[in-house]
């Protein structure tokens, strides 16, 4: 159990294991994923375009195509977000989402191996995005960490519609004139 949840640690494919290799990720065998993740801890960095973030999506969610090394990394994000909350960044919560997205869309297969972990880091985003939550967030830290929850609890619509909506005074206001 996790002090800040409450909820159990998601079985996790260590970042040492071999079995990465066998991984598939965009650019073919995940065996540098473990690396990228290991940056997690500590990171900063709102933009998804700085690393590791923009490897991490490049790798495992590349134009909305997802991987079996997608489902091994998902419990390794939301822990490093559970481990450090106040790092809280976007893509903590994106990348996740989107991958759950891509799964649904394209009915990606889970490996079985991979499975519990997956599903139980998808089960604790909507608590955590509760726990981090602060008066100060950023409307796309806000809509970010709401699109997690959606996704997570399988209204995928909804997580879509508040990832595209980068703009939410302006899709407010066309909404209002229809």
């Known amino acids: 159990m996790t002090a800040r949840d409450g909820l159990p640690d998601a079985p996790m494919l260590a970042l ?3 079995a990465w290799t066998s991984l598939r990720c ?5 065996r540098g994923i473990p690396a990228l993740l290991a940056q997690l801890d500590g990171a900063r960095e709102e933009s998804w375009q700085s690393e590791p973030w923009y ?5 495992l969610c590349h134009q909305g195509e997802v ?16 481990e450090a909350p106040e790092l809280a960044t976007p893509s903590h919560f994106v ?3 989107s991958i759950e997205l891509g ?13 519990d972990g997956y599903v139980t880091a998808l089960a604790r985003l909507p608590l955590l995005a509760g726990l981090v939550a602060t008066p100060d967030w950023s409307e796309t830290l806000c809509a970010a960490a709401l699109a997690a ?15 595209e909506a ?13």
């Open 149 to 163: 929850s959606a996704a997570a609890t399988g209204q995928h619509a909804l997580a879509e519609l508040l990832l």
């Open 26 to 30: 965009a650019q073919g065998s995940a």
């Open 166 to 178: 980068d703009d939410v005074q302006a899709v407010l206001a066309h909404l209002r004139t229809v």
């Open 16 to 18: 040492d294991d071999p």
């Open 103 to 115: 799964r649904a869309l394209h009915d990606a297969d889970i490996p079985d191996a991979l499975i």
């Open 67 to 82: 991987y079996s090394a997608s489902f091994a990394a998902v419990p390794h994000i939301v822990a490093a977000l559970a």
């Open 55 to 59: 490897s991490l999506w490049s790798a």
């Open 95 to 97: 990348l996740p989402a």
